[in-house]
């Protein structure tokens, strides 16, 4: 019977929480060998890693079918699939991203799991946790702060061409109105007039090396890596130019290290870094995967928005480039996902339709096709609703059998660990049985059009794809720059499998657009940009910070 059911925040204000020495004593971490936080949370040294423990551990990699613009519950699955795993009797540790405030205050009001499948302390997770995103933010911004530096001193000037610099500013909030800039106005001792401009913390450069670095001396020449822009007669610069690359890990040196929290039935948790999945990699820390691989013999984990995105990165990307190797992936769906890819309008999600989800099965089926691709069978999670309907359930169970995929019932939201046990047991078997072997789907050798050619046509199903101008000219420079060995990091919309938010389904006859390149020197990966990407999002009409309060006891209300 499922538990009575309140709104995410009182459900976590209502938990008893374990100080976080004895959550450390689960995975046989002395106290002294924390950093505290509080009572409730608590920095790991990266000495906890162990690489001989990482092979024998086994690493669960939890994605989803293209989503609905409220997501589908891949956070609330990794956690309740956490709790259900450690229930049945396997040392399991949820390995994930942190949140960003502009998404807590835009549309999300929260992203640490749902209902009786959290991680906590909620409040502190999807605020300012250990202080993760500002240090991020002070070390983007400090580079910033050495070019405009640099081009202002008549002494120690580089030559940067201003008009080449194509590194932003970041702060960790929606606010479109710091897209596209001027500054150094005022008179010559505010610095030279240019154009700038501000990204989301989550949308840098230094996110992503911070998730991507193996140690601190990787993230340090990951920083001296960075792009800046060009000198006058067209030489590139970098950060190390700068000599900026020790002061900005200086920054980064508590911020390298792994979060240690817990679920709501006090099993831990590591949450660390949080990229996007639209235009970066979208998952958690190489460091923090690592970490939890070397104290647990499960691990799982999530990549952001649907298959096509957050799990081709994460195995084209992460896997391959910090030796990690997935033992089992899980494909979280929801009737009402399904229902829409099968025509349902937004009013209609949940209104029960076998029709509807026998048209929309088209896109899970396409999902599940993808991760076979990568030797990964997966099982599908059907995240459970009220609206849910037993035939509707069934056409789901036996459409997954007929591509080879077990489809499980999973009740996390509303039963915690108890409503993921059979999910569990299925997760179990997969690994057991030693059937997934999982493979890259591109060498990065290959050239720059041909690893793009084949995740548009074996992952989103196109035909085919085209460059305009300004993607070829970016695309001589990256070349000419000695990156095209560089694996491909794709920034589409996470609305389609093609570029075209309005394509649901599995849309067939279409060709991606590349209408630009970026390139991440530092964090390793070449960025075509289909469509127009955001890396400052704006708020919404109503932002969920309109139902926030907090009282004269500083407890938080409407942050759910």
């Known amino acids: 019977m499922s538990k009575h059911v309140g709104s995410d925040i009182e459900i976590a204000q209502a938990a008893v929480l374990q100080h976080i020495s004895k959550i450390a004593a689960k995975l046989a971490i002395e106290e002294d060998d924390l950093e505290m936080y509080g009572k409730y949370k608590a920095k790991l040294p990266l000495s906890l890693i162990n690489p001989s423990k990482i092979e024998q551990s086994n690493l669960i990699l939890v994605t989803a079918l293209t989503p609905t613009p409220a997501g589908e519950g891949k956070t609330t699955t990794s956690i309740g699939l956490t709790e259900g795993l450690n229930k049945i009797g396997k040392k399991t540790t949820v390995v994930l991203r942190e949140p960003s405030l502009g998404p807590v205050f835009g549309i999300k009001g929260g992203a640490a799991g749902g209902g009786y499948s959290q991680v906590v302390p909620m409040e502190d997770i999807n605020l300012h946790f250990t202080g993760d995103f500002s240090a991020i933010e002070k070390a983007n911004n400090l580079l910033s702060a050495l070019i405009d530096n640099n081009i202002q001193s008549k002494t120690h000037n580089l030559g940067i061409d201003p008009r080449t610099i194509g590194w932003k500013r970041v702060m960790d909030m929606n606010d479109r109105s710091l897209r596209d800039i001027v500054i150094g106005l005022g008179g010559t001792g505010n610095g ?52 900026a690359e020790n002061a900005m890990a200086i920054l980064l040196k508590d911020a390298i290290q792994p979060n240690l929290v817990q679920t709501l039935e006090g099993n831990p948790a590591i949450i660390h870094g949080g990229p996007f999945a639209n235009i970066a990699q979208g998952t958690n820390t190489i460091l923090a995967t690592k970490m939890g691989l070397s104290l647990s013999d499960y691990v799982v984990t999530e990549a952001g928005f649907g298959a096509d995105l957050g799990a081709e990165k994460f195995l084209d990307i992460k896997c391959v480039s910090g030796g990690l190797k997935p033992k089992a992936t899980v494909l979280v769906a929801t009737i009402r996902a399904l229902r829409h890819h099968g025509g349902a309008p937004k009013e209609e999600y949940n209104t029960p339709s076998v029709t509807r989800v026998g048209d929309g099965l088209a896109n899970l089926e ?34 997954c ?6 489809a499980v019932v999973a009740r996390g939201w509303a039963d915690g660990g108890e409503g993921m046990k059979d999910l569990a047991h299925a997760v179990v078997d997969v690994i057991e049985s030693g059937s997934n072997q999982f493979k890259q789907l ?77 390139f991440a020197a530092g964090a390793g990966f070449i960025i075509p940009i289909l469509g127009v990407m955001m890396r400052m999002p704006g708020l919404p009409a109503v932002p969920a910070s309109e139902g926030m309060t907090i009282d004269n006891d500083g407890k938080i209300s409407g942050l759910s």
Not at 202 to 215: D, R, T, W
Not at 367 to 372: A, G, L, P, T, V
Not at 484 to 504: E, V
């Open 192 to 243: 030279i007039p240019r154009e700038d401009g501000f990204n989301i913390t989550p949308a840098s450069e230094v996110m992503a090396i911070l998730c991507m670095a193996e140690n601190f001396e990787d993230l340090k020449n990951r920083l001296g890596n960075i792009y800046v822009g060009t000198t006058f007669d067209r030489k590139p610069i970098y950060a190390r130019d700068l000599k």
């Open 366 to 399: 396409k999902h599940i096709e993808n991760m076979q691709k990568f030797g990964l069978n997966p099982v599908v999670a059907i995240n459970a609703f009220p609206s849910d309907t037993p035939e509707e359930i069934q056409l789901i169970q036996e459409r």
């Open 401 to 406: 059998a007929a591509k080879g995929a077990k």
């Open 442 to 518: 591109y060498d990065w050798k290959l050239p720059v059009k041909e690893k793009i050619a084949t995740i548009a046509r074996e992952i989103y199903g196109a035909d085919g794809v085209e460059y305009s101008k300004k993607a070829l000219t970016d695309l001589k420079k990256i070349e000419d720059l000695g990156l095209a060995g560089l694996p491909i990091c794709m920034a589409k919309t996470q609305k389609s499998f093609s570029d075209n938010d309005n394509l649901l389904g599995r849309p067939t006859g279409f060709t991606v657009n590349v209408r630009e390149f970026e």
